[in-house]
């Protein structure tokens, strides 16, 4: 896809997700202005602690009903004025069909997976209803039966049991996504509140930079 499209794909007040090029964190943030091939995104805190430079790449996620958009730019201008602000320049744009019944977050949090006998520390990197997709440093066969115990920011935790459905590398990591088939109703509603105070998030960040 072109990226000079990118303004009319994406409007102000459009959620997004925003790392620095093959790191494995995402913050989540809007998208306050578009012109032509650059997108101007609010300097939060998230932003101000990822030790950012013009010239740095950057890597953005854009989701609508029907598509995932993977989105390649650099920095071009850091403003720190009465609203501080970053201009990112695209230069790739990758468009995704969306299979997804279940919206997924992204999200950052630890968690135990569990295989038979084994345990294992992995890191989630999106989350929803119907699944979760995780960071580990050890290989699990594609079709696996597992259980996983999320911890949350408030430090209670989602318990279920699922199925590995796709395994990738990702550096020296593995990344995999899994199919929850198991959860009992006390740890879906947990889930569901987590999720919830999530959307809010994003309403709140529109309320203070937009």
Same mark, same amino acid.
């Given at each position: 896809?072109?990226?000079?499209?990118? *303004?009319?794909?994406?409007?102000?007040?459009?959620?997004?997700?925003?790392?620095?090029?093959?790191?494995?964190?995402?913050?989540?943030? @809007?998208?306050?202005?578009? *012109?032509?091939?650059?997108?101007? %995104?609010?300097?939060?805190?998230?932003?101000?602690?990822?030790?950012?430079?013009?010239?740095?790449?950057?890597?953005?996620?854009?989701?609508?009903?029907?598509?995932?958009?993977?989105?390649?730019?650099?920095?071009?201008? @850091?403003?720190?004025?009465?609203?501080?602000? %970053?201009?990112?320049? %695209?230069?790739?744009?990758?468009?995704?069909?969306?299979?997804?019944?279940?919206?997924?977050?992204?999200?950052?949090?630890?968690?135990?997976?569990?295989?038979?006998? &084994?345990?294992?520390?992995?890191?989630?990197?999106?989350?929803?209803?119907?699944?979760?997709?995780?960071?580990?440093?050890?290989?699990?066969? +594609?079709?696996?039966?597992?259980? %996983?115990?999320?911890?949350?920011?408030?430090?209670?935790? +989602?318990?279920?049991?699922?199925? @590995?459905?796709?395994?990738?590398? &990702?550096?020296?990591?593995?990344?995999?996504?899994?199919?929850?088939?198991?959860? &009992? &109703?006390?740890?879906?509603?947990?889930?569901? *509140?987590?999720?919830?105070?999530?959307?809010? *998030?994003?309403?709140?960040?529109?309320?203070?930079?937009?």
């Amino acid at each position: 896809m072109n990226s000079a499209c990118i *303004s009319k794909l994406i409007i102000p007040g459009a959620l997004i997700s925003f790392r620095i090029f093959n790191q494995t964190v995402w913050s989540l943030n @809007i998208v306050s202005q578009c *012109s032509g091939d650059t997108l101007n %995104i609010p300097l939060t805190n998230d932003l101000m602690k990822a030790c950012l430079f013009t010239n740095t790449n950057v890597e953005i996620k854009y989701k609508n009903e029907y598509f995932e958009y993977n989105i390649k730019g650099v920095i071009s201008k @850091i403003e720190l004025s009465a609203s501080p602000y %970053i201009n990112v320049k %695209i230069d790739h744009v990758a468009a995704n069909l969306n299979h997804r019944v279940f919206p997924r977050l992204d999200v950052c949090l630890p968690a135990t997976l569990t295989n038979g006998n &084994e345990s294992y520390y992995c890191s989630t990197s999106n989350l929803s209803l119907g699944g979760v997709a995780f960071l580990m440093d050890r290989e699990i066969p +594609v079709n696996t039966c597992c259980e %996983i115990n999320i911890l949350l920011e408030d430090s209670s935790s +989602v318990y279920a049991k699922g199925e @590995i459905l796709r395994m990738s590398r &990702e550096d020296s990591l593995y990344k995999y996504s899994m199919m929850f088939n198991f959860m &009992e &109703e006390e740890n879906s509603n947990r889930l569901y *509140s987590y999720l919830l105070s999530l959307e809010d *998030s994003y309403s709140s960040l529109r309320n203070k930079y937009l």
